[in-house]
């Protein structure tokens, strides 16, 4: 009879006592699992805000490359050419080819905004929102840059090469006369770029 007593505590104590290790082993591994459920989250959310980064500095380094582009062809290289050269026609040529460059720069930079921001659009908002007014501008500017790269460009080019030196044919000379006019719509096309793409730059920073 003694014995029973002392017993049966004992053996209540020791599955008491394994219980509560089980209990708690049961406890840790859950514990285990939210923790590599946590990691999982902050690295998916790292790499979430690192892409996101990569998109808006793609977005920035775009707007940054053709704007700038145009902002040193207007003030330095194109007054420089025509100060420094001997002649208007070789200062011409030069202005010439360096517009042609710098509109596919432009081209290549309006692409790459196009793309990252319609990714980083869908990305934060769950749409393309492809009619944002961004995007509506910068295919403005696109178009705009083909039309002076293979409208406007080549039909001065043939102008100048069937004219000469520009200088020394009349202001009055029917050639002379369409390719002043061209010239005028070229600065124009230009000048309606730069101008709508800091439009795009002012909608851009206030979408981040």
């Known amino acids: 009879m003694p014995c029973y007593t002392i017993d049966r505590p004992r053996g209540f104590w020791v599955l008491r006592l394994r219980g509560c290790c089980a209990l708690r082993r049961s406890h840790c591994a859950q514990d285990d ?5 946590d990691r999982i989250k902050v690295v998916g959310d790292e790499r979430y805000n690192s892409l996101m980064s990569f998109l808006r500095y793609l977005m920035l380094l775009s707007l940054i490359v053709w704007l ?9 290289l194109a007054p420089t050419a025509f100060s420094v050269l001997p002649s208007r026609h ?8 360096s517009l042609g460059t710098l509109h596919w720069m432009g081209i290549m930079a309006g692409i790459i905004f196009l793309t990252s921001s319609i990714l980083y659009s869908r990305f934060t908002k769950g749409t393309a929102h492809l009619f944002a007014a961004r995007h509506v501008l910068i295919c403005v500017m696109l178009t705009l840059t083909l039309i002076s790269q ?12 069937s004219i000469g ?3 020394s044919v009349s202001p009055d000379h029917p050639a002379r006369m369409q390719f002043d006019a061209l010239h005028v719509w070229s600065t124009r096309v230009e000048g309606g ?3 709508l793409g800091l439009v795009v730059v ?5 979408s981040f």
Do not use: K
């Not at 070789?90 to 080819?97: Q, S, W």
């Open 33 to 37: 699992r939210v923790n590599v459920d």
């Open 68 to 76: 700038g582009g145009l902002i040193f062809f207007a003030f330095v």
């Open 90 to 97: 070789l200062a011409g040529n030069v202005v010439g080819r």
């Open 150 to 161: 293979f409208g406007i460009i080549p039909r001065m080019d043939m102008l100048r090469a």
């Open 165 to 167: 030196e520009i200088d």
């Open 193 to 195: 770029v730069f101008l």
């Open 202 to 206: 002012y909608l851009t920073a206030a």
